[in-house]
């Protein structure tokens, strides 16, 4: 079974910087991609960014392409989310989760979700 703990998020204010951190065990890491969708009040979950087992792939989404930076250390088992530029529409909880295989942007398709962690971003 695979858990996913996230970690890092917090208030900052307009044009600050936030890293949130997915720690996974369970499996072998390296063949599993890794997502981090966000969910606002009163919206559905949307895609922010994914990346490939090997590092090779990795997408964004429109809105937080150029501000934000996945990335995930293999040797610790851990994936890495480096937020700047935030701005108030940023405001979400952000969840952590992996699925085998290819990465996407599509929720449904990822088997394992963490907690969440809540990032507020003030104007």
């Known amino acids: 079974q695979v858990q996913l703990v996230e970690s890092g998020g917090g208030l900052v204010q307009a044009g600050g910087s936030l890293r949130l951190s997915c720690a996974f065990s369970?499996?072998?890491?390296?063949?599993?991609?890794m997502g981090w969708f966000r969910q606002a009040p009163g919206k559905e979950r949307e895609f922010v960014a994914g990346i490939s087992g090997t590092r090779i792939n990795i997408i964004y989404a429109d809105s937080v392409k150029g501000r934000f930076t996945i990335s995930r250390d293999n040797a610790k088992n851990t994936m890495s989310l480096q937020m700047n530029s935030l701005k108030p529409e940023d405001t979400a909880v952000y969840y952590c989760?992996?699925?085998?295989?290819?990465?996407?942007?599509?929720?449904?398709?990822?088997?394992?979700w963490g907690q969440g962690t809540q990032v507020t971003v003030s104007s």
């Open positions: 989760t992996t699925r085998r295989g290819a990465v996407g942007r599509t929720p449904g398709t990822y088997d394992y």
């Open positions: 369970g499996r072998t890491f390296t063949i599993y991609a």
